[in-house]
């Protein structure tokens, strides 16, 4: 099959949602001109405007680290090692290496090391699953971070599969608040930065073949806590759909985007105030993130026999139940 953008060249990858089937460089292209549309069309960040992408070592975020430097932005990577056995290690290293041979700055924090709370031991001690007590931690370390050291804006790996699972498990279970906050961009308000995700137009299938043409070498494993994950069964039931009728995931989601999230973004409205211990934004008294330090710092509870209870937003925002309309900050 011939290339659809150039004619010329082989292809060497089939985009179906698009109808389109691509080169190397043709589908590089595709790329960075999905991920400009994005950039541009949602207003997420200026040419002279420094980024903070939050990296893992995985496909997504070392490969729209890639990319935004390559197009010409000032972006730093920003790795939290999360204290997970076996996996943090190689993941943080893949980000260093990927650091090294770009030239780019990359910002660490660990989670274990300058806060006592690696997610294994956090889940161990407190009534969270590990995916709560991270996703929870993470955010409130984008935040902070990303202030501490100048940055308005956060970008994060999120993909078009993520975010059409995430959309799928918030509407089954009619998650409003959470409907109102999923966007491409999250603008700037009472002492939270803006967060944007400037992959959401590309699928996962795409950001292994950009890392591969790149020759960007990230960490294959998922999190070893990622498994049972709602998120995975839902990128699943999507994918069958997908694969019967291309162009699914990237319907539902835009559809939802263009006409349906801006009615639940209208309803939400809550007051913030800084967190009385670290001064960062929250509903409460004490920021999520700092009760959860308390609470590990408490000897252990007992736990019922089913494990633990609390369940929690996952950090792509799919919730199990019972949860919380909104999430907390
Ligand atoms: S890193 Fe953290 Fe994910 Fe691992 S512990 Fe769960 S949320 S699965 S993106
Ligand atoms: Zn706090």
Redesign the pocket.
């Known amino acids: 099959m011939r290339c659809t953008r150039c004619r010329g060249q082989e292809a060497c990858l089939e985009v179906r949602r698009h109808n389109a089937a691509f080169c190397e460089d043709c589908f590089l292209a595709f790329f960075r001109d999905q991920v400009t549309r994005a950039i541009e069309h949602h207003k997420m960040f200026r040419r002279d405007e420094p980024v903070l992408v939050a990296v893992s070592g995985g496909k997504d975020s070392l490969a729209l680290w890639d990319v935004l430097l390559d197009l010409g932005y000032d972006a730093t990577g920003f790795y939290i090692g999360?204290g997970?056995p076996g996996y943090s290690e190689p993941s943080r290293e893949k980000c260093e290496a990927f650091a090294a041979r770009r030239h780019a700055r990359l910002i660490v924090t660990d989670l274990e090391a300058d806060y006592g709370l690696g997610?294994a031991e956090t889940a161990r001690r407190t009534m969270r699953t590990?995916?709560s007590a991270?996703?929870l931690s993470k955010r409130y370390l984008f935040n902070k971070v990303a202030q501490e050291h100048g940055f308005r804006v956060i970008a994060t790996g999120h993909n078009l599969d993520d975010e059409a699972a995430t959309l799928f498990g918030n509407v089954l279970r009619w998650q409003t608040g959470y409907l109102g906050r999923q966007a491409p961009v999250l603008a700037e308000e009472d002492g939270f930065i803006r967060k944007v995700k400037p992959l959401y137009r590309l699928a996962e299938r795409e950001m292994a073949a950009y890392c591969v043409l790149r020759g960007i070498d990230y960490i294959v494993d998922e999190?070893p806590?990622?498994k049972g994950?709602k998120s995975l069964l839902f990128k699943d039931v999507l994918n069958q759909l997908e694969a019967v009728s291309p162009g699914t995931k990237q319907a539902f989601l835009f559809g939802f985007l263009e006409k349906v999230q801006p009615l639940f973004a209208q309803h939400e409205a809550v007051t913030l105030r800084p967190c009385t211990q670290c001064g960062q934004p929250t509903t409460a008294e004490l920021c999520a993130f700092c009760r959860l330090r308390a609470e590990v710092a408490q000897p252990k509870r007992r736990r019922g026999r089913r494990g633990p209870q609390r369940a929690a937003p996952?950090?792509d925002g799919v919730t199990g139940p019972p949860a919380p309309a909104l999430a907390e900050s």
Do not use: K
């Open positions: 999360l997970i997610i590990p995916c991270c996703g999190c806590m990622s994950a996952s950090p």
